[in-house]
């Protein structure tokens, strides 16, 4: 009979230890059962849900699929606003006219993935009310004519080619600033009459400055039109991104031509006169696309700051 000498045996024994606390110890590899990886969830975020007539707000969906489709219903604007692509999601701008009367809208937003609704959110945007100013202007024959229906639709076109572009991302950085320092001599939304006669709102602001004050691009973007337009005098638009634009108007010359990458601060034009002007003036807008919109809350927040 073979006896196995004591150290074999021993080392034997240790070996079969090692083999079963290894068994033990180690998580059971046929069973493959992995941890799903935590999906990311779809949220929906509102920049504000209650504003002024005339201001903007944004909605943020967060988390989408490529493939997802978003359906925003809602009285409080005439047409949806483009969603655009924004880090994991996508956002959408919706700039309320001036005319909107107040009271509470209820918007229904909806995700539909591969044919089925996989998410759903009411909420009441409430628009407060405001009291716009009233300005009554008398101007002369010759300068009436310079505002014809004609002069002013052939300025709609460049206008509208000028907005009908914009950089699918951001090219603004932070807050918006004043083109030129200098006293408002007209406000945004301000009723105006001309000779007595409504003549529409106003959609930006004026501020009056000597001729000749250098004019500022109020944030970073291109030059998407930069010609002497019948209406609003030698024109400057700038394309921010994300359907952003801001224009400068009735200069006195134009600096910047179209397709210029502008910086924030770069001078773009002087101030001037030209165009239906009372006097040396910037006339200065902000849009959403062809949309006027608050320009003072440029001023004060990042259009995404907030995300
Ligand atoms: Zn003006």
Redesign the pocket.
Known sequence: MYILPIRKLRIMVLTLALISALIFLLPPTFTNKEEPLPQPQLAVSFSKTEIFPGDYFVIYVDNLKTTDEINILTELVGKTPPLISYRNGKIAVFAVNYRTKPGQYPLVLTINRNGQTIFEKKEEIVIAPKDFQTQYLQVTASQQATRTDALAQQDAVHVNKAKSVSSDTPLWEGLFIMPIEGRI??EYGLVRYINKVESGR?????IAASRGTPVKAANSGIVNLSRLLNVTGNTVIIDHGMNFFSAY??MDVLLVKDGDSVKKGDIIGKVGSTGF?TGP?L???ISSGALFINPWLFLEEDPLGWI
């Not at 106003?202 to 004026?206: F, P, R, S």
């Open positions: 001599s007209t106003h959609a930006g602001l004026d108007c009735h002007s003036h006339h200065w807008t």
